[in-house]
């Protein structure tokens, strides 16, 4: 294999490869047998026309694209192999000029694993939030979602909407001396009662039934705070999808026994305040290791391409856009409801990606160093509960999760060397005002 490592800078290696001349030619034949039937010449029927004369009347660069991509990317793997190079992400590749009969040269720049320096391990200085008390506060809030999330849902198919039911509908809004919608929202869910709307809306709807279809207009005052609808006259087009009602249940004895599967309220305000004291910890033990890993990062030495954190940071905005579709949202929705603007949320992203991918290479280090191990007792445990966590069988999970064995027992080395930092770190508790 003719390749060269030119050098390898802040974790990007630089290197060329050559092509031999015939491998290149023969590439170019395949790509010729592709592409002969997309052109015509007078008397050769269609695909049959030679080569030479398709390259002389079309030019001899017609046939290069495809021949460069069934050749360049086995010549790069194996340029990669020989230069034992490890790459961790997308190479930029520039194909040199191109001579009939003449060898092809190859450059190419590709982010590497970073040869990570490991700082200092032990005894490193954190200090932490105070884990807050369990409130009868925290309690009560935390049983008013339980009730919510238990909520009796009475589906009305042809019964009249009455106040308290929950109306879904679609509805296009349209304004005097426009002649486009300023509005429009699908399966929009309005509680009647709730006041939330224009005045005068929720009134049209009280004795709808599902399928009813109406116009609605509203006329706003002129001091109206958005100021295309200030004064003006609106038309809204509503189409009635379901009526509900909801009945939030009562907090009693039945409520506990039926929901939790306990003898009464008392125990289960007992078992809610035991639940939240394990999340408070699960959280304290969180932050410490979110704490003493980035305290590690600034101690070591490494560099980890631009591009790689994009990588990362992109997939991170697909997932969490996927997540937020399955549950009937979107992104938009979300910053509308957070009250913040893309260039933020990528730029958390941007952060998150950074920190993931630097305490990666800190921990394949640290593991290597330490030689964190996990037993088949641990990883089949390991395996199980990833295997529940999205939502498959946790039998045969070894079988049915394939690669996904390899992450999970790298997870499991990278707990006991987290949990290594966090036992050999200087951990201070700071006092903390708690949130009102």
């Given at each position: 294999m003719?390749?060269t490592?030119e050098?390898t800078?802040?974790?990007?290696?630089?290197?060329?490869?050559?092509?031999?001349a015939?491998?290149?030619?023969?590439?170019?034949?395949?790509?010729?047998?592709?592409?002969?039937?997309?052109?015509?010449?007078?008397?050769?029927?269609?695909?049959?026309?030679?080569?030479?004369?398709?390259?002389s009347?079309?030019g001899?660069e017609?046939f290069?694209?495809?021949?460069?991509?069934?050749?360049?990317?086995?010549?790069?793997?194996?340029?990669?192999k020989?230069?034992?190079?490890k790459?961790i992400g997308e190479?930029?590749?520039?194909?040199?000029y191109?001579?009939?009969?003449e060898?092809v040269?190859?450059k190419v720049?590709?982010?590497?694993?970073?040869?990570?320096?490991?700082?200092?391990?032990?005894?490193?200085?954190?200090?932490?939030?105070k884990?807050?008390?369990?409130?009868?506060?925290?309690?009560e809030?935390?049983?008013q979602?339980?009730?919510?999330?238990?909520?009796?849902?009475?589906?009305?198919?042809?019964?009249?909407?009455?106040?308290g039911?929950?109306?879904?509908?679609?509805?296009?809004?349209?304004?005097?001396?426009?002649d486009?919608?300023?509005?429009?929202?699908?399966d929009f869910?309005?509680?009647?009662?709730s006041?939330?709307?224009?005045p005068?809306?929720?009134?049209?709807?009280?004795?709808?039934?599902?399928?009813?279809?109406?116009?609605?207009?509203?006329?706003f005052?002129?001091?109206?705070?958005?100021?295309q609808?200030?004064?003006?006259?609106?038309?809204f087009?509503?189409?009635?999808?379901?009526?509900?009602?909801?009945?939030?249940?009562e907090?009693?004895?039945?409520?506990?026994?039926?929901?939790?599967?306990?003898?009464?309220?008392e125990e289960?305000?007992?078992?809610t305040?035991?639940?939240l004291?394990?999340?408070?910890?699960?959280?304290?033990?969180?932050?410490?290791?979110?704490?003493?890993?980035?305290?590690?990062?600034?101690?070591?030495?490494?560099?980890?391409?631009e591009?790689?954190?994009?990588?990362?940071?992109?997939?991170?905005l697909?997932?969490?856009?996927?997540?937020?579709?399955?549950?009937?949202?979107s992104?938009?929705?979300?910053?509308q409801?957070?009250?913040?603007?893309?260039?933020?949320l990528?730029?958390?992203?941007?952060?998150?990606?950074?920190?993931?991918?630097?305490?990666?290479y800190?921990?394949?280090?640290?593991?290597?160093?330490?030689?964190?191990?996990?037993?088949?007792?641990?990883?089949?445990?390991?395996?199980?509960?990833?295997?529940?966590?999205?939502?498959?069988?946790k039998?045969?999970?070894?079988?049915?999760?394939?690669?996904?064995v390899?992450?999970?027992?790298?997870?499991?080395?990278?707990?006991?060397?987290?949990?290594y930092l966090?036992?050999?770190a200087?951990i201070?508790i700071?006092?903390?005002?708690?949130?009102?």
């Amino acid at each position: 294999m003719n390749a060269t490592l030119e050098k390898t800078e802040n974790s990007e290696a630089y290197f060329d490869f050559v092509i031999e001349a015939e491998k290149f030619e023969k590439s170019i034949e395949k790509s010729y047998k592709k592409n002969a039937k997309n052109y015509n010449i007078p008397g050769f029927r269609e695909g049959s026309a030679p080569r030479a004369m398709l390259e002389s009347k079309f030019g001899p660069e017609i046939f290069l694209a495809d021949a460069i991509d069934f050749v360049v990317p086995d010549e790069y793997y194996a340029a990669i192999k020989h230069l034992e190079l490890k790459p961790i992400g997308e190479p930029d590749i520039e194909v040199g000029y191109i001579l009939k009969g003449e060898p092809v040269n190859v450059k190419v720049r590709v982010p590497v694993k970073p040869e990570v320096i490991l700082g200092k391990l032990e005894g490193l200085e954190i200090t932490v939030p105070k884990i807050n008390e369990v409130t009868e506060k925290d309690i009560e809030k935390y049983l008013q979602a339980l009730r919510s999330k238990n909520k009796i849902v009475i589906v009305k198919p042809t019964e009249p909407a009455a106040l308290g039911d929950t109306v879904t509908f679609d509805y296009k809004c349209t304004v005097e001396d426009s002649d486009s919608d300023i509005d429009s929202q699908e399966d929009f869910k309005l509680v009647l009662g709730s006041d939330i709307l224009f005045p005068g809306f929720e009134d049209k709807l009280l004795g709808v039934k599902k399928g009813d279809k109406l116009n609605i207009e509203i006329s706003f005052p002129k001091e109206y705070q958005v100021p295309q609808l200030a004064g003006k006259k609106a038309l809204f087009k509503v189409l009635v999808k379901k009526i509900e009602n909801i009945q939030i249940r009562e907090l009693n004895d039945q409520f506990a026994q039926e929901i939790a599967n306990l003898n009464n309220l008392e125990e289960l305000r007992l078992e809610t305040k035991k639940k939240l004291l394990e999340m408070a910890y699960q959280r304290s033990s969180n932050t410490q290791k979110q704490a003493v890993i980035k305290k590690l990062m600034d101690t070591c030495v490494f560099f980890v391409p631009e591009s790689v954190i994009m990588e990362q940071a992109h997939m991170m905005l697909e997932q969490f856009s996927n997540e937020l579709a399955s549950q009937g949202g979107s992104v938009e929705q979300y910053l509308q409801m957070t009250n913040s603007n893309l260039a933020i949320l990528k730029k958390q992203m941007w952060e998150d990606a950074k920190f993931l991918t630097k305490s990666r290479y800190i921990f394949e280090k640290l593991i290597e160093e330490k030689g964190f191990e996990a037993n088949e007792e641990e990883l089949n445990y390991g395996l199980e509960s990833f295997a529940t966590s999205i939502g498959m069988d946790k039998e045969n999970a070894r079988e049915n999760l394939g690669p996904l064995v390899e992450k999970v027992l790298f997870d499991l080395k990278a707990d006991k060397a987290a949990q290594y930092l966090m036992d050999h770190a200087v951990i201070s508790i700071a006092e903390e005002e708690r949130a009102k």
